[in-house]
């Protein structure tokens, strides 16, 4: 068992030696670049918008409840500057990656694997295509380029949300909220966010491509494969989130 499993970190590594080589035709290359952005990272618009509002609200609600019954008197405008530390470092860059993994990697693993028993992918290699390059390297792109965006709308639709759970409530003023976003963070903590959610991009990205690529056997292997990638993808993704904290924020 823990044989398998170093050869398969060992093979996930090779795999990406041959995905990140420079791509052979650069108009074919930008072509499935373009339709990556499409299938990865737009038609997640609606999830993330949906999670991040509602979540934005819960999170806002619940930070008011704490400082409410703490001992000590809290100003409510703290309920809108926790609210957004929250989202910042936590919530959108780590669940809304889970979330994706979720999503995006059962794609992923599912379009591969499939690729991979109708043998269109021993087709691409006798051809003297580079598959991985070709199917692999343009999913890693859109996913490190586009998830950032989709993690700052959901930061935002996030503090939207508590926002509208004010309303909605009454438990603090509009300008209680909106003085509470203003007030100071440093500003390491955004850089801090996007960093992170960079490596997680990369790693929902080439963890399923690479259950997705060594798929053998039919169609039932291709669910387990997709099933297989989402779980190791959030794992992957929750222990990076362990060891960048402790890097950058300790």
Known sequence: MLKRFFESIGEYFLLLGKAMSRPQKRSVYMKLLVREFYDLG??????????????????SIQMFNNFDASSFP??????GYATKVVLILEFSPTIISVILAGKVGSYIASSIGTMRVTEQIDALDIMGVNSPNFLILP????????NPILIAISIVVGIWGGYVAGLATGNWTKADYITGIQMYMPSYFIWYAFMKTAVF?????????????????????VGRASTQAVVWTMIAVIIMNLLLTQMFLS
Not at 139 to 146: E, H, L, M, P, R
Not at 208 to 221: D, H, R
Request: positive net charge; charged residues 5%.
């Open 42 to 59: 737009v038609n997640s618009f609606g999830l993330v918008l949906f999670t991040s509002f509602f979540v934005g609200a819960v999170v």
């Open 74 to 79: 809290i100003p409510n405008s703290f309920v």
């Open 139 to 146: 999913k890693i792109v859109a996913s490190v380029v586009f």
């Open 201 to 221: 991009a990369f790693l929902i990205a080439t963890i399923p491509a690479y259950f997705g690529y060594n798929v053998k056997g039919g169609s039932l292997e």
